[in-house]
């Protein structure tokens, strides 16, 4: 089911997932049957929206801080199992990642520090008799009632996200901290095995001790979480590690900026790189080719039609880079060069193809090939 977009702050657009309908929904169908009329239901959709709100406020503590590192923040999305930023990387700087980290709990200390007086001011007004009475009153359909229950909403979600189960916010904090002193990848290793096995300790005691489905539910999420967290850093190394100059293809050379377009269609059509005197001088991109001849005009020098506003990668640059510059730019292919003289065309799919030699194989035997042709035809729709 797609997230529907209801806003947009800071230039994030905030999204919310239709799963969020089950939560209100159960408030309709139990709040009012236990606490008894039509007014607790009401109260529990006011309550359980503004618990929403404080999730959101959460995320965009961790959006605000990562765009002060200078991480693009492409949307937070809200639903049944919380909320989740979704940033285009994260920092390899241990620091930052703390940082960002640690922002989201940090506003639910600070909305819960917040709310405090008021409650203590409603609970005066409202005759309650010293925190004893506050408490006893919670959740009630009250005004007392719902600030007390935000204000433990806040501090609930404050500790279980600072729990070190990655990849929680604690164990992202726990992951920064040992890369500091052990490396990012190892530091990664250990805060992943932490984190499953503190979402076992939840499983048992969801089932031993609190005989309850949904902390084994959240239990399976951290463990798959963090499992793919751990595969991720594992191929964003390997990416880091390659040199972009290992898997440029020639490709004939480019095509001259002097030559007819008909000529560039020879070896069937692609993204060609423009070359002149051995540099790269513009970009002749697949579908301009494909468009151009379509109208006849076969003839017209490439010079014409190139894009003269490209970007040339070293041979010296990290796969990693280039994946993410190709990734932001919306670009299937860009010249490589060496010492500004043309060596290459780096594409989408020399990408996926080194994908699927680096990506470990979550089965044994299992061939993630038409996985990745899918996700490869979902990311040419969304950039074209």
């Known amino acids: 089911m797609r997230a529907l977009t209801i806003g947009r702050i800071q230039g994030i657009a905030i999204r919310v997932h239709p799963t969020i309908a089950i939560v209100l929904l159960w408030v309709l169908l139990d709040w009012g049957r236990l606490s008894g009329g039509g007014g607790a239901r009401l109260f529990g959709l006011l309550f359980m929206l503004l618990v929403f709100a404080c999730v ?16 693009h923040v492409h949307d937070i999305t809200l639903s049944v199992i919380g909320g989740v930023a979704r940033m285009g990387h994260v920092p390899l700087r241990s620091q930052s990642e703390m940082a960002i980290a640690v922002a989201g709990p940090v506003v639910n200390v600070a909305v819960a520090a917040a709310l405090t007086p008021l409650l203590a001011l409603a609970g005066v007004l409202g005759g309650y008799a010293g925190p004893g009475g506050v408490a006893l009153a919670l959740l009630e359909p009250s005004l007392v009632g719902l600030l007390g229950g935000l204000i433990a909403a806040n501090l609930m979600l404050t500790v279980f996200n600072l729990l070190p189960a990655f990849p929680m916010d604690g164990g992202r904090i726990l992951r920064a901290s040992l890369s500091s002193m052990i490396g990012r990848d190892v530091g990664t290793r250990i805060a992943v095995r932490v984190g499953q096995g503190f979402a076992a300790l939840l499983a048992l005691a969801g089932v031993f001790w609190l005989h309850s489905y949904a902390l084994p539910l959240v239990a399976v999420f951290i463990a798959v979480a963090a499992q793919a967290e751990w595969r991720a850093v594992r191929i964003e190394s390997a990416l880091r590690r390659m040199r972009v100059g290992q898997f440029a293809l020639w490709d004939m050379g480019g095509v001259s900026p002097a030559q007819p377009l008909s000529y560039a269609l020879r070896g069937g059509p692609r993204d060609l790189a423009v070359i002149e005197d051995g540099r790269v ?5 697949r579908n301009r080719l494909l468009n151009e001849l379509g109208r ?8 014409e039609v190139m894009d003269r506003e490209f970007v040339a990668v070293d041979v010296d640059d990290s796969v990693y880079d280039v994946h993410q510059y190709m990734n932001g730019s919306g670009r299937w292919a860009v010249p490589v060069v060496e010492g ?6 780096f594409t989408i799919d020399r990408l996926a193809h080194i994908y699927r030699q680096v990506t470990p194989h979550p089965i044994p035997g299992l061939d993630p090939g038409s ?7 979902w990311w040419r729709a969304a950039v074209r």
């Open 56 to 71: 959101l406020l959460h995320e965009l503590g961790h959006a605000v801080m990562a765009m002060h590192y200078g991480v």
């Open 281 to 285: 001088v513009g970009m002749l991109w």
């Open 296 to 303: 006849g005009a076969g003839g017209v020098a490439v010079r």
């Open 340 to 345: 500004g003289l043309y060596r290459g065309v």
């Open 371 to 377: 996985l990745l042709a899918t996700l490869d035809g």
